[in-house]
């Protein structure tokens, strides 16, 4: 099996997908804004960890990411940049279940790759064991722990989207 780490970020104007397989440095880097579009190239890298069934890792994945990919997998052809923050917005606003799932979750026989989501794994979505990711950080003594550097909810300059 494989597996690959990913993240992703959602601002206003301009969304960003990382990934690294865990058995090679590379990172593989895709934007989505105004003066980048690699909408395809991401769609092409998520066709071939569906080919390979790969899995992907991330945290609390299956409460964000994956089900923002899964829509671009879905709905490539109406799919515009502005829809990773419509969706992002709609997952962490709208509403939930008492156990917390959302609308946007996707049913493990409907996911198309592979999931592994850490939050999950650790059972910390549980109420009383519920953890974010930089505390997790914090505690393990990461050498780098950072939070997005600029407001998700407003547009960023050029500048700002190289730093992110």
Do not use: C, W
Not at 153 to 163: A, I, M, S, V, Y
């Amino acid at each position: 099996m494989r597996y690959v780490i990913f993240d992703l970020e959602t601002y206003k104007d301009f969304s960003l997908a990382v990934f690294k397989f865990t058995d090679s440095p590379q990172y593989y880097v895709y934007e989505v804004s105004d003066r980048k579009d690699n909408k395809d190239e991401l769609l092409k890298f998520l066709s071939y960890l569906q080919t390979t069934q790969t899995y992907m890792v991330g945290y609390n994945s299956l409460g964000f990411d994956y089900p923002i990919l899964h829509d671009l997998i879905n709905n490539h052809h109406t799919f515009h940049s502005n829809r990773f923050f419509e969706l992002a917005d709609d997952i962490i606003n709208g509403p939930k279940t008492e156990y917390g799932f959302s609308p946007y979750n996707v049913r493990l026989r409907d996911r198309l790759i592979p999931q592994i989501d850490l939050v999950k794994i650790n059972h910390f979505d549980n109420r009383s064991k519920r953890t974010r990711l930089k505390e997790i950080e914090f505690t393990m003594r990461s050498p780098r722990v950072e939070d997005l550097p600029f407001d998700f909810r407003k547009p960023t300059n050029d500048e700002q989207k190289q730093k992110v």
